[in-house]
Structure formats: C-alpha cells, structure tokens
C-alpha cells in the first residue's frame, strides 16, 4: 500500500465523533450556567475603596514586592492635600498589573496591609493585544458602586465580583484560632463590612469524627488530618 | 593603661569565647569585630557615643556580678565576662523595643524607611513579636518639612539623637534640638529656623527610623525595587564616595559610603541632591545644529561632520574651555584630540575661576588625611571650604575640634571656620601674598596692610613650632588675580620647606583635567609641552597656549575662529560676564559638548549630547589625586554619549583614529603615555575602598619670583570679594528637584562700621557705582566682612556680581554711596559728606 499505510488510523478516528467539549459555562455552551467557583478561587485582581469612597490602595508596593512573576507596577505620590485619594500621606499613584505574566498565586492580596487588592473569581478574559493585558489602576479600581469594572474582552457571570475579601481572613494572621471570626477588616464600598467565613476549629473537630458534612470549601484538610489517618 | 604606648589585645570574654580587643575600644565594637553584632539605634561609629536609646543593653559581669549595661558607653576592660544573648539581656532587648514601639506609629506601609529601617529589623529579630500597649499612641501633625529638602514626622522619632548630635558635633550648625520634656519631647527646629545646613541629608541618612525623610526621595521608590552601584560624587574636588540607587532606570537617591580616607560617609546636600538633574526634562537629548539663526534637531553624524568643518582651520585658531565635568578618560581623549590630533594648546579646563596649572599640579600634595594630621597646623588660604568644598569642611572642622590641630586662616573674609581658627589673619584683597611674605621674612614688628603684628607673630609661631603644616590653598576671591595666592604658596615654601598642600579648587573634576593636560603647556601625566613626541600621540602642540582669560580676550581681537566648549558656560560661569558675552559673540564657530542648554550652549552653532556623571564609566581624581570609580547606573537618555566617545568620533570625522574604541584600551593607552599613570592598577581604582593616591613626587621647582606689592588703588574705597556660594544658579543647581529654590538672593555685604558710618542703617539697598555702570542692590551688615571691603557672592538671583568684575585686574574695587544720592564714600572726608546729607 505504500503510503497510505499510516491511514487506517486517520480514517477510523475521523467516524469516531468529536472529543473536544465546550466547558460548562463558556461562552459559546447551550447552557448559560457555569459550575459553581470555589470560594477562594484566584481571578482577576480589583482594587478596593473604603465605604466612604477612598481608594484603599496607599502605594506601598509590598505587592509589587511580593509577586513571584513581576507582573505588578506600583509607584506611590504624596495625596493631594485638597483632593486625597486615599486615608494618610500616600496613595497608588501609578498601578499595573501585566496578566500575561500573572499566575495569580493570590500573593499580593496576602502582602496587602490595606485589603485594597483583592482577586474576584473572574478568570475568563482573552484580550487580544498586550496593552489591554496590562490592566491600569483606572480598570482595575471598582467603580463608585463598588464593584468591579466589566471590560469588553471579559465575560462576567452574575456572583463573580462577589466575595472579593474578608474571606481570607477568617484567622489572625498568625494563625491563631482565637481570632475566628472576628472581623479584622475594612468595610468596603457597596458591602460594607464583610462577614467572617465559616470557621477551621468546626470544621476540624467534624472531621476527626469521620463526619462530612461540613463545607465544601474546607476538604482538602479533613483529607490530611482526619480521613487520612483513619484509613490507614 | 598608664604607659604611652598603645596596649594592644585587651583579654575579654564574649558569649563564653576568650577574645582580644583593642585598648580603648568600646565593647559594641570590640564584639561588632568578632562577629557578634549588639543591635543599637543611637550609637554611629563616626559619632560620640550618647547611650540613649538602651538597645544595645549586654549584661556585663567586671567581677562584681553580672549587669546590664550599655556596650555603646563602655570601653574593654580586662577580663571583662559579656553576654549578649543571656536571658536577662533579651529581656531587656524585649522591654526597650516594646516601649520604643509603645508610640512608633504603624506606617511602615507608607514610610520611606519601610523596608531598610533598623527598627523594623530590630523589631523582627530582637523583639517581643506582640504588644501589651492598646491605648491611644501620642499623635502630632504628620511630616512637617523643617527645610526644603528634608522632613520630620515626630510620631516615628524614637529619640535616639543621631541627627542632633550630627548637627551639632559634625557640621556644626546645631539647627535641630531637643525640645519639651519627658513623653513630650520632641526633635525640632527653632520657631521661624528652618533647619538649612548643607548636610542635612546626612540625617535623613543615619536616622535609624523614618522621623527624617528627604523631600526628593519622597515616595519616589521602596528599597526592594532599588538598583544600587559604587561610585563617586563629582561636584566638588573632595570626591565623596556614594551610592547611587536607582529605580526603573531613573537615579531616586544618593547615599554617602563611609570611606575612611575621604568623606566619612558624610555628604554634602549638593553631593547627595544633584543627582536630580539627570532626570530633568531639559536635558539636551539630540545634537543640534544651528543654522539661519535657528537650531535643529540633527543626527550624529551630520553635527560631528559640521563640527568637524570648523576644525580644520590652523591649530592656533582653535581654543577649548572645559572640561573638568568629565571622567579622567574622557579628560584624555579630549586632551589627545585637543593637542595631540588639532595640534591646540589653548585647552582650558579652569574658567578663571582657578589657580595656574603649574601650582596645582607641582606643589607636594598632602592626602586630607594628612591635612586633618592630629595636632598639625591648617593653613588656609582660599575660599569658605563650607561653601565650595564642603566635605572637606567637615574633615577639617572635626581636625580642629577634636583632633587638637590648629588653623591660621589667612582669607579676605571670615569664613565657616573662623569660629575654629587659632590665628585669623585679616587680609584685605591683594595682600595675601605679602602678609605670607612678612611670615617668611620674619618681618612680624609692623603691620602688613590690615593684619595686626600681634597676629603675624602668633602664625609665625605656629608655623616655625616644628607641628607638621599643611596649606588648603584655593581661590578665595574672583575679583582678584591668582597670583596672590601663588604668592603665599611660595613664601609658605619659603618658611616651611616641608610643608605639603591640598588645592582646594571647586570644580568637579578639575584635577583630572589637569593631569590629563586639559591646560596650557600640559600634556597627560603633569608633563610639559616641550617635547615633540608623545606617547601614541600623532604630534604635540608646537606653541605654548593661552589661559582662559586670554582666549576669550583673543576671540576679541579675532584671534580665534572656533572654540569648544566641554561642559564650560563661560557667560554663567567665568567671572568677567562682560568679556565672556562679548567673546563669545565675536568667534565665529562655536562647537558646544554639554548636557543641558545654558546661556553659552544656546549660542552654539553645534551642540553635541553629553552623557551625565551616573550615565558613564570612568574615574575622578581628587583634590588629593586619588582615584575613584566612577561609575554608570543609569541609561543616558536619546542619543547622548560618554564624552569620550564623542571625542573619538569627532577625531574619527576629522580623519585620525584616536585609536581606542574601549575603555579598556582607553586606560591601557592613559598607563602608557602619562607617565605618573604607568603603576596605577585599573583594577584597584575599581575595586579598593578608599582609591589608589597616584604618586606625588613631583616637588617641582616653581618659579614665584617676587611677591606682589600691595595694590594701591585710585581710591575708590571699597575691595570687592566675589566667590560661590553652594546654591546659586548654576545649571546643575538649578535643574536638580528641590535645590533651585535654595539660591538666597543677591545681597552686598559690608562690615557693620562701615555701614554706620555711610549712614546706611534704615536703609535696604547701596547704590553700587562703577562709571560707566550703576545698580542698587540690597546690603546686608555682616561681621565677617573686613572694613573698607564688600563681599558678594556670584551669580546669586537679584544681581550677579560678576557683572562688577573686569578680568586681569589685580584687584576691583567698587564705589558704594547711598541710594538715590550722587555721594561717594571712597574717603571718610565724603563719608562725613553724606553724614550731612543724611
């Protein structure tokens, strides 16, 4: 047969109908539905402002600092005495965050001293040029409601700007349970105050009595601590 | 410890280990040698120790019992037991942090020592990790600028006295202080006395939290992102080792490096601010060529192949100004293709402002540590060293302060060392030289000019008590000629043939040009112009040039069709104003190097982009000829060059190859022609921390002749005193962020019985009257002033007073009368006559 040798392979694969799959959710899928993201899913960043409006950003750059992947640009200015942007002497002036670099580790949230960065669970943006991969602080700060900007290359799904913070803070930072929650945060615009998430010393004690019905969100500790032990 | 001499190795116990100190050592820095670092805020190696802060409490047991105590107060004892990681011992490091910390506001996020601050370091490793303190911390109005340049936030000012002490015990302008008591106290300044040193950055520097910030660093970046390379300040002949730190390709801060044999790690505000004027938006970026009265932008190759149209004339007819902005390198370069391709000697680095190359380059040279020599004696003939070389000035002041040296200060006018001088020999304009001449003669019976007998006996026996001398010689009055101060250095070789001398000129690296030969009859090394083959040099200058005086008098009479100017501003910055006007637009090429446009670039008809100091490598040689790195941190912006590239390319489009397209090679060839440079290590100027002092045997037998006599004028009355001041309007000055406004208005100072007795008190402005010239300008009463004289610094806002000066007098003398009224003061006959008026 010569050439046509390595065909058969090609010809049976050609009846045997399409492997790739739209994901649930996705822009082009039959159902508007996506799957439920995790609480703590790392999306696109916002910056935050204070209930009163003031952005919380000072321009520290411990972000910056912190990012594994150099993908965050900050430079710091006096406030306007007049006009200030944020509480105190100091406010983000310039703030960049290239997402073709960013892995989002969620790192600069947890070097954040303010809370003014944190991550929604939107992870779907294909921009098409670099320069609209390079989110300005203009895109990334929430509008006067509070809640994020919608870029056109993005496809925000209804909950997806929610439960930008407070979230991580369910324990002090060092990690001390007497801490659980209590809120060790800012109110923010258009949420105010965020309440605490479900506390670990629960959801711990549950789970060395082999039960599971406490929160998704928390398995991955169950599994080491409680379940883990008792298969073996 | 009663015997002289030094008892070395101190037996003493640290941490358990048996260890050896030095004899007087203190115990913070016996263990700091042998690696065992006590944490301390208050205690800085280059000051008195205060014991303030606590922090570096050890327990320490002399045989009585272990007790804390602190190491920075404590010299090495024999046999003395230290502990410095006992329980007691972080107890007390956990108890003085936390009170420290009781009212230190939490801002680290925002503060500008965030991130480098030895609170903060000291906190994490010494501290107690939690606070019991939750009430309210004491509160005051946040940063407060106490100058232009620097703020004060006393909530974050742990008390620990370093920038006061600094004030007070190593610049001497004590404008800070402690005020209030107990939880109130506070640093401040004086009410309505902004605290305007010229060294305040260096508290901003040693201030181990962020209560004192500089104003141009202001949230400009945070330490992580900073970029940092060794190098060496070059605006004044001291050469103060520094750091420059840079962000995003763009100079933020300069930091002073501690070099023991230069600056201590003490900058001055100049040293540690210009870098500002890097980043100014008017920097020249492209070159430019003038043509039909206007400029345009050009490339590289058209300007250099205009430039080099304007070469070609006969060497003769080419003069260059400038020069001592550049690196060493680049200074040779120049130098080769002035003399060596063009065949010029009129190459000038000194703008008249200098003395003659000859007496710089052949005098014995003294290193500043030789100067500052333990019980020596300073002699001082030349400027205010805290005016013009201010690093200097902190070097000589702690000398005399606590170094028991002894200064006589032989100046026109009191200067910041006054205060400190053993013997001020009051010299009016023009008779520095003879009163040097009555020292020598031992003529010490009679007056000599305004200098009392009393205190010509008293130097004299300075002088002749066999303490080592040294002479700071500059010039300290550009309204008078040079060879005055020659005059003194010549008698001074008379009496003390031992005697060394550091030149204190101004300009950045003036030194290097002159070793490099950028002056008339030079050649690189220091080596006269006579001999006809030089180095790799094509040819050697067969005429002897003229200095900058002259040139610019020979653009006057058309002698000359193109000068170059290297960094020089000649309209800006030669003393005579009028005659550099006047040159200037009387030559027919002008070919400007230079980074910025002034009033003489602007007259260009080439100008050719300059790279600035931080933008090249190279090296700086010192008032004392030792060499330093300077050194690239950042990228030159459009299209400018390192001097000597340009250099090398011009001669390139005049047709020779200079024949180095490295530096490399550049330093190569410098080693083998300039015979002082054969046994300096290129290596070792890079890499050794404090600099190789190139070899100063070069006592040459200098031809001073007669001192001059005492000038005698046509009675105009008043000898005028013209010099610099650190902030006037020089380009750097003006274009670097936050010094521009510095410069304090032009004002006419004269001594307080000379202002009673012209009846100018009430009044606010002299009439100045020169003939053909008038001006009024404010006066002020000043002590410092000799009677019959008037001192006003150059090129001030308000009134410039080089308009007053006429080069090559031997003195000026300026006519003042009151305002409004034709009354001259020249005798006290008229003085009397305006009395009546009045």
């Not at chain 2, 946040?142 to 100058?147: D, F, L, N």
């Not at chain 2, 008379?494 to 950045?508: I, K, N």
């Amino acid at each position: 047969m010569g050439y046509l040798d390595g065909f058969p392979v090609t010809f049976k694969k050609i009846f045997e109908g399409v492997t790739t799959r739209q994901y649930r959710g996705g822009r082009d899928a039959t159902t508007e539905d996506k799957a439920p993201k995790p609480e703590r899913l790392h999306g696109r960043h916002v910056l935050n402002r204070y209930e009163d409006g003031m952005e919380k950003c000072i321009g520290c750059e411990l972000c910056a600092g912190v990012c594994p992947a150099k993908c965050i640009y900050v430079r710091g200015a006096d406030n306007p005495p007049d006009d200030p942007k944020s509480p105190g002497e100091r406010y983000g002036y310039v703030y960049e965050i290239n997402y073709l670099r960013c892995i989002h580790c969620d790192l600069c949230v947890e070097a954040c001293p303010t809370e003014a960065i944190t991550e929604t669970k939107l992870f779907e943006f294909s921009f098409t040029n670099r320069d609209d991969a390079i989110y300005t602080k203009d895109e990334l700060l929430v509008g006067d409601d509070g809640m994020p900007q919608h870029m056109p290359w993005e496809d925000w799904r209804p909950g997806e700007d929610e439960f930008t913070s407070g979230w991580m803070r369910a324990t002090a930072p060092g990690g001390k349970a007497a801490f659980e929650g209590k809120v060790g945060w800012s109110g923010e615009l258009g949420y105010g105050v965020r309440a605490p998430e479900a506390g670990q010393t629960a959801v711990e004690i549950e789970g060395t009595e082999g039960s599971s019905s406490s929160g998704d969100h928390d398995h991955d500790h169950d599994d080491s601590h409680g379940h883990g032990g008792g298969h073996h | 410890m009663t015997s002289t001499e030094a008892v070395t190795g101190v037996p003493f116990t640290l941490n358990g280990k048996d260890l050896e100190a030095d004899s007087g050592e203190l115990l913070i820095d016996a263990a700091e040698r042998h690696g065992v670092h006590i944490p301390r805020f208050c205690y800085h190696p280059r000051m008195k120790p205060v014991g303030m802060c606590r922090m570096c409490l050890v327990e320490v047991d002399t045989g009585r019992g272990p007790a804390l105590q602190p190491s920075c107060m404590l010299p090495v004892t024999p046999e003395m037991k230290v502990e410095t990681e006992s329980e007691a011992t972080k107890e007390a490091q956990d108890g003085v942090l936390e009170f420290l910390l009781a009212n230190h506001p939490l801002d680290c996020p925002v503060c500008d020592k965030g991130g480098e601050c030895p609170l903060q370091d000291n906190a994490y490793a010494f501290g107690p990790g939690e606070t019991r303190f939750v009430e309210e911390k004491r509160h005051y109005e946040k940063p407060i600028p106490i100058s232009d340049l620097v703020h004060l936030d006393r909530e974050r000012c742990i008390l620990c006295d370093r920038c006061t002490r600094f004030a007070s015990e190593v610049a001497g302008d004590s404008l800070i202080h402690f005020i209030d008591r107990g939880s109130q106290t506070q640093v401040n300044t004086f009410p309505d006395h902004p605290f305007a040193s010229y060294f305040s950055g260096n508290t901003v520097q040693i201030c181990p939290v962020g209560a004192l910030t500089s104003a141009p660093y202001r949230f400009k970046a945070r330490p992580w992102d900073l970029d940092a390379v060794e190098s060496t300040a070059a605006v004044d002949t001291t050469g103060a080792r520094v750091v420059l730190q840079s962000s995003q390709d763009k100079l933020v801060r300069v930091v002073g490096v501690d070099s023991d044999a230069v600056n201590w790690s003490w900058l001055s505000d100049k040293d540690r601010f210009s870098y500002g004027a890097n980043n100014s938006t008017e920097r020249i970026t492209e070159p430019q060529i003038k043509s039909g009265g206007s400029r345009k932008p050009a490339r590289w190759g058209d300007a250099l192949k205009q430039a080099a149209g304007a070469l070609r004339g006969p060497a003769d007819r080419i003069a260059a100004i400038g020069g001592s902005r550049m690196s060493l390198e680049s200074q040779y370069a120049w130098s080769k293709l002035l003399k060596g391709v063009l065949g010029t000697d009129h190459v000038n680095a000194q703008l008249g402002d200098g003395l003659p190359a000859a007496l710089v380059l052949g005098v014995d040279r003294a290193t500043i540590a030789e100067a500052c020599e333990p019980g020596g004696v300073i002699v001082l003939v030349g400027p205010d060293p805290k005016e013009e070389v201010p690093t200097l000035f902190l070097r000589l002041r702690h000398a005399l302060v606590e170094d028991g040296a002894s200064l006589i200060e032989l100046t026109p006018r009191a200067t910041s060392l006054s205060n400190l001088a053993d013997v001020r020999l009051a010299a009016t304009p023009g008779t520095a030289g003879q009163v040097m001449a009555a020292l020598a003669d031992g003529r010490l019976d009679d007056e000599v000019g305004t200098v009392a007998s009393a205190e010509l006996a008293k130097a004299h026996e300075l002088l002749t008590s066999g303490r080592p001398v040294t002479m700071v010689f500059g010039r300290a009055n550009l309204a008078e000629s040079a060879r005055y101060v020659a005059d003194a250095v010549g008698a001074l070789r008379r009496l003390v043939p031992e005697a060394r001398f550091l030149p204190a000129l101004r300009r950045g690296n003036v030194h290097g040009a002159l070793e490099m030969g950028l002056a008339p009859g030079f050649l690189p090394g220091g080596i006269r112009n006579r001999r006809t083959n030089f180095g790799r040099w094509p040819s050697t200058p067969e005429f002897e040039g003229k200095d900058t005086d002259n040139v610019l008098r020979g653009c006057l009479n058309g002698d000359f069709d193109t000068v170059i100017l290297l960094g020089a501003d000649p309209l800006g910055d030669f003393p005579d104003q009028k005659l550099a006007a006047e040159a200037l637009a009387s030559v027919t090429n002008i070919i400007s190097v230079d980074t910025f446009l002034n009033e003489s670039s602007a007259l260009a008809d080439v100008i050719l982009p300059a790279a600035m100091w931080g933008e090249y490598d190279g090296t700086f040689c010192n008032m004392e000829r030792r060499l330093s790195p300077m050194r690239a941190k950042v990228t030159a912006p459009g299209r400018c060059r390192p001097d000597w590239m340009i250099a090398a390319e011009l001669s390139l489009a005049i047709g020779p190859d200079l024949g180095f397209v490295t530096l490399d090679e550049l330093q190569a060839e410098l080693s083998s022609s300039a015979g002082s440079f054969t046994d300096v290590s290129w290596d070792e100027v890079a890499s050794a921390d404090d600099g190789p002092v190139l070899s100063t045997d070069r006592n040459w037998d200098l031809e001073f002749g007669d001192p001059a006599d005492l000038p005698t004028g046509p009675g105009y009355g008043f000898r005028l005193i013209v010099d610099r001041k650190m902030w006037d309007m020089g380009t750097t000055t003006q274009q670097a962020t936050g010094l521009g406004g510095l410069a304090q208005n032009a004002a006419i100072r004269l001594a307080p019985a000379d202002v009673q007795l012209m009846e100018l008190v009430g009044h606010e402005v002299v009439a100045i009257d020169q003939g053909d010239f008038q001006v009024e300008v404010p006066f002020v009463s000043d002590p410092a002033v000799i009677p019959r004289t008037a001192w006003m610094p150059a090129r001030l806002p308000g009134f410039d007073a080089r308009q007053l000066v006429a080069a090559g007098r031997s003195i000026t003398q300026v006519r003042l009368h009151l305002p409004d009224r034709d009354v001259t003061t020249g005798s006290s006959g008229s003085a009397e006559g305006s009395g009546a008026n009045g």
